[in-house]
């Protein structure tokens, strides 16, 4: 029988599960799963026989300190080619307990970001569609239409993005996309959007797009973050993929954001978990750049491997404590991990790939549940041997 690890002093396991949605894109009355081994918290749940795989998990923090995450739906039931859905959840107890509040058409990729105290969406309107942006006024409950330029319709076109940070930053808003130019997946062009704060977000007008660049011909980059990096000025880390290479690429970006330019000699990056898509937040306290990351060399693994990660200066990581680890790499998996500070925690949501009692996910890709986790004092831990699994 094959074991998992868990780091359980580390992360929270969530003893009592709430599932808000049994099945998130099909019914079904064949045998019950079985959630009994999952890690963490329970948001969402969608077994391989609906056809329906859980992405793109994203979270935020209301400023009286309820919780709301979103998910969105890919595979071939889940019409995320033409009208996908994103689920949004909300949590009033720090996460312990999560209740489904809406139901998204269409929506794919996106980010939930809260702003002058007003909920945001900002993802694309289907895979590889138009630049959209809804907004919430009533804690994640009905949303905004975006219909034209004037209500969230920022831009016609083939666009991709993920659940990528935002950053205030000079009197503006920040975050990255990426222009799809046909052809295969990878025909990435990386570039940023950005707004001033006092802005109408809803507003087409109120959004700069800067130039589009290439990527180069070494690797696929996607899915960036926009950072300080440590001369203040703004930079795009983005995830690249090339084969059995943990290395994330450092895109620059003009103070107007509308120039980016980038040095293959310098600005390929060594990085844990570079090749799979990653959050960065600076920590003021403590004057470090935090990220959590499916680590993939070192031992060799797919997204089975799961780690906190720390930097200084954007271009030298290091691991500061495993998360999460299974033997199997095939069928299970933590990955696109979206998180956020909470005093001396961090809070995070994970598109998680595991055994559910009816064969699990189909692979460690198609993932089966949404799960919610904690890291507690996280500032202060040292690395440690991984816990004993069940």
């Not at 919780?67 to 009033?92: M, N, R």
């Not at 312990?96 to 269409?106: F, G, Q, S, V, Y």
């Not at 589009?212 to 300080?228: C, T, Y």
């Not at 680890?325 to 001396?344: G, M, P, R």
Request: glycine share 8%.
């Amino acid at each position: 029988m094959v074991t998992h690890h868990r780091f359980s002093r580390l992360v929270s396991t969530g003893v009592a599960l709430y599932l808000s949605s049994l099945l998130a894109c099909a019914t079904t009355n064949g045998p019950r799963p079985d959630h009994s081994q999952v890690p963490g918290v329970i948001i969402d749940y969608s077994p391989a026989s609906s056809g329906c795989y859980i992405g793109s998990p994203s979270i935020a923090i209301f400023p009286n300190g309820n919780y709301v995450a979103s998910h969105d739906f890919f595979g071939p039931e889940a019409q995320h080619t033409t009208s996908p859905k994103t689920a949004v959840f909300s949590s009033k107890n720090q996460g312990k307990t999560w209740k489904k509040i809406a139901e998204i058409n269409p929506c794919f990729w996106g980010k939930l970001f809260v702003h002058n105290d007003k909920l945001y969406l900002l993802g694309t309107r289907n895979e590889y569609g138009d630049v959209l942006i809804r907004r919430s006024d009533d804690g994640g409950k009905t949303w905004s239409n975006p219909q034209g330029p004037t209500t969230g319709l920022l831009r016609e076109g083939r666009y991709h993005c993920a659940p990528c940070p935002v950053l205030v930053h000079n009197g503006r808003i920040w975050r990255s996309m990426e222009g799809f130019t046909g052809g295969k997946w990878g025909a990435f062009e990386t570039m940023v959007i950005s707004a001033p704060v006092d802005a109408d977000l809803l507003l087409a007008d109120s959004w700069t797009f800067s130039e589009r660049l290439p990527k180069p011909d070494e690797f696929v980059w996607l899915e960036g973050n926009v950072v300080l990096d440590a001369d203040k000025k703004i930079v795009n880390v983005l995830r690249t993929n090339n084969v059995g290479k943990d290395k994330a690429a450092i895109v620059h970006v003009s103070d107007d954001g509308q120039e980016l330019s980038f040095d293959l000699s310098k600005d390929w990056i060594d990085m844990p978990g570079g090749g799979v898509k990653f959050t960065i937040y600076w920590d003021e306290k403590v004057s470090r750049y935090w990220s959590i990351v499916s680590k993939q060399t070192n031992p060799e693994a797919e997204r089975n491997n799961l780690v906190l990660i720390s930097s200084t200066d954007l271009r030298n990581w290091k691991v500061e404590s495993p998360l999460f680890f299974h033997a199997d790499d095939k069928k299970h998996a933590w990955q696109y991990v979206d998180w956020l500070f909470e005093d001396e925690n961090i809070i995070f949501v994970s598109r998680t790939a595991y055994e559910d009692g009816l064969g699990g996910a189909p692979r460690g890709h198609d993932a089966n549940y949404l799960t919610f986790h904690r890291i507690k004092g996280f500032r202060s831990r040292a690395p440690e041997p991984l816990g004993k699994g069940r």
